[in-house]
């Protein structure tokens, strides 16, 4: 990461300024960006891997880019219900407590 | 699970039998032909869970799954690249292993 | 899951009305019930999952409803504490302090 | 760990001498045996971790040890099919087909 | 853990003394004190599990005693960074959040 | 990822040509060459982070990476007792099992 690189303005750009260029470059800079594969797609998945591995604190955002990307609260609702299956119920119960406060909060 | 219920066939029904009636009717006849969410969306938000939990016995089933679903390889290992940064690089490397045994088995 | 079910009225019921037919009608009306293992057993094997897994917004239902199975606030603890070797040091220490929240709660 | 102590002969003796000693000492000869909790209660809570974490390599000496300390075979099916939807649909799959094998080996 | 053992006066001591003396005598006392591992090292593994795991209630303390061992937060930071890649985006967001609030306060 | 990127040669290239530029040119070729942390403590914090999640199949790898790097198999194996703590029992005694095995074959 050469020095000369622009700095990114993410919001690790504090006190992780490297984690930072690579979030804003590598992953939504590049990977986000590939075509191989939709943008609605790619949250799906993304929400899918939040939700099964418990990631609490990043779940707020994705549900709220997920609608970005087209997909419908109906639809997060009902891959959080497919996900109790593959999951366990308490990863779904937590996400749907999350998916009622942001969907409530009009985002 | 009333005993007049007619036994399910499926993979757990040897040993497992009220797992493969929860298995076969709710979880298969029941979860994944709801209308709310496509087979295909159904089989990358499954595979995603997969991935990111590690699940290696699950994967290939899925994996051919995902196929008849609609989901072509290509997609399957975009998916997996994209998850290499939501769920690590470790779960990523176990997957290609895995999609790459499923692919040329030309299942 | 017919229209004419009649609508449950659990926890999810507001936003995701289908995953809560699912834990009222079959996790809790069918699993629950289930008499190849007792309900005490049933909260044993549950807290444990919980607990290993950090289901952090789980936990203060299922230490409470174990005591309603009969498990004791003894037991609980020393459920922690085997686990603390089994799941890892932290997810004893995050129980702790879950459970004496709880306990004190008088709940 | 003083050099005194006597060395123990566990299954990780040979190149983990330590750990070998914890297990032995701290966990088999403290912990297991501390009254607070029945062992055939520790076996339930142990099994329902492995079943959780996917712990693999781990559960088929627990699926016999569990039989030793008086858990049936039905109750340890019964466990998993309830831990389908306390960990996920996955973990039970795998959790099953290694009991299948431990059952089927008569031990 | 005979009777005459001097009680412990640790975090968990008020309902787990089990445990409490687990983690003072043994954890503490005896593992963290063995000279196969710098103080030093144990803290970048110790905290290099928990941001893996995502276990969120017990990173502050061990990003402070990380520091009290040894290892920068420059270091710190870059733990985290590198772990992005082998545990995914996720745990390195959750734990720079709390990085940088236990850095704020001064500790 | 333009297509004049000269491709990379690594061990996903045959099925996952993204996922391996994304690990030579990013993860091996950046990150891992970061002066920030060294690679020895580079490779504590990743065989702790594979050894913590159960990545079992990434573990040969980098258990003998790790000693290319200057860390010694008694500093692996008192890592994975440590662990035994933060990880659990389970994790600790997968992960010897196949240190056991990396070792014996010489490398």
Same mark, same amino acid.
Request: overall charge negative; glycine content about 4%; hydrophobic content about 50%.
């Given at each position: 990461?050469?020095?000369?690189t622009p700095?990114?303005?993410?919001?690790?750009a504090?006190i992780?300024?490297?984690?930072?260029q690579?979030?804003?470059?590598?992953?939504?800079g590049?990977?986000?960006?590939r075509?191989?594969?939709?943008k609605?797609?790619?949250?799906l998945?993304?929400?899918?891997?939040?939700? #099964?591995?418990?990631?609490?604190?990043?779940?707020p955002?994705?549900?709220?880019f997920?609608q970005q990307?087209g997909?419908?609260r109906?639809?997060l609702?009902e891959l959080?219900t497919?996900? #109790?299956?593959?999951?366990?119920?308490?990863a779904?119960?937590t #996400?749907?407590?999350i998916a009622r406060?942001v969907f409530?909060?009009g985002?």
């Open positions: 990461m050469a020095d000369f700095k990114t303005q993410g919001p690790f504090d992780a300024p490297a984690l930072d690579l979030t804003q470059q590598v992953l939504f590049d990977v986000w960006e075509p191989e594969l939709s609605r797609d790619r949250s998945v993304t929400v899918a891997a939040l939700v #099964a591995q418990y990631r609490i604190n990043e779940l955002f994705h549900l709220q997920a990307n997909v419908t109906d639809e609702v959080i497919h996900l #109790a299956f593959y999951a366990g119920w308490p779904a119960s #996400a749907v407590g406060k409530a909060e985002t």
